[in-house]
């Protein structure tokens, strides 16, 4: 598959560790956040998301946390595996009907 | 099963040319989208339409152009006038226009410039 992101900032693991994944978004209109994976040479997919009237959502395997405070967002990942490795994105809404996603994370899982 | 398709997977253009990418969803979402993809650049915005008939610019939208005639299609044209076009474009679409819902993503197109 071809690339979908040069000089990412990259996080590597070993497989079964958790992963945490950062991201610092811009507006603090801002009520919608959602994390996508994307891998190689495809279409991002949804992960999870959240709105702005709560700080923690956990679905299966991954959890996002939100400060408002502080303008951050995280996806935790547990017992991350081989599979997981991808791009992943963070989007907000900006308090319009658009997204406006980050830059992304490449994230390296070794066996 | 329902999704969105975009064709073709690959394209290529010569200088000068007109090309059109396809998009098509049958999940019945009023909204659809057009981003562009760079490396190490995210994805950025280029029309987006929240019914048929209707289309907004998004930041990029130079260069290029979209109608939505159907709900389910919102094909974009690549301009001649886009002097660097060779990307990966991908479709998206939403439930509802409203702002607060999630998108989904067609597989994507890769144009190159020959």
């Known amino acids: 598959g071809e690339s979908v992101g040069l000089h990412l900032p990259t996080l590597s693991v070993q497989e079964g560790d958790n992963s945490i994944i950062n991201c610092a978004y811009s507006n603090s209109a801002s009520d919608y956040f959602i994390w996508y994976k994307q891998e190689s040479g495809k279409g991002p997919q949804f992960i999870i998301d959240i709105r702005s009237n709560m700080d923690k959502r956990q679905g299966q395997r991954v959890t996002v946390l939100l400060n408002k405070t502080v303008k951050h967002l995280s996806l935790q990942i547990a017992a991350t595996q081989p599979g997981d490795s991808a791009v992943y994105f963070c989007a907000e809404n900006k308090g319009y009907s658009t997204l406006t996603f980050g830059k992304g994370t490449m994230l390296l899982v070794s066996p | 099963d329902g999704g969105i398709t975009q064709s073709p997977k690959y394209l290529f253009r010569k200088e000068g040319q007109n090309v059109t990418l396809s998009c098509e969803q049958n999940l019945n979402h009023d909204a659809m989208y057009w981003y562009r993809q760079d490396p190490g650049q995210g994805l950025r915005l280029i029309y987006y339409s929240q019914i048929v008939n209707d289309f907004q610019k998004g930041d990029i939208a130079e260069g290029y152009s979209v109608s939505r005639e159907k709900k389910e299609s919102f094909p974009l044209t690549v301009t001649s006038a886009q002097k660097n076009p060779t990307a990966f474009y991908l479709c998206?679409?939403?439930?509802?226009?409203?702002?607060?819902?999630?998108?989904?993503f067609g597989s994507g197109t890769r144009l190159t410039v020959v």
């Open positions: 998206a679409s939403s439930m509802v226009a409203e702002k607060g819902y999630g998108y989904t």
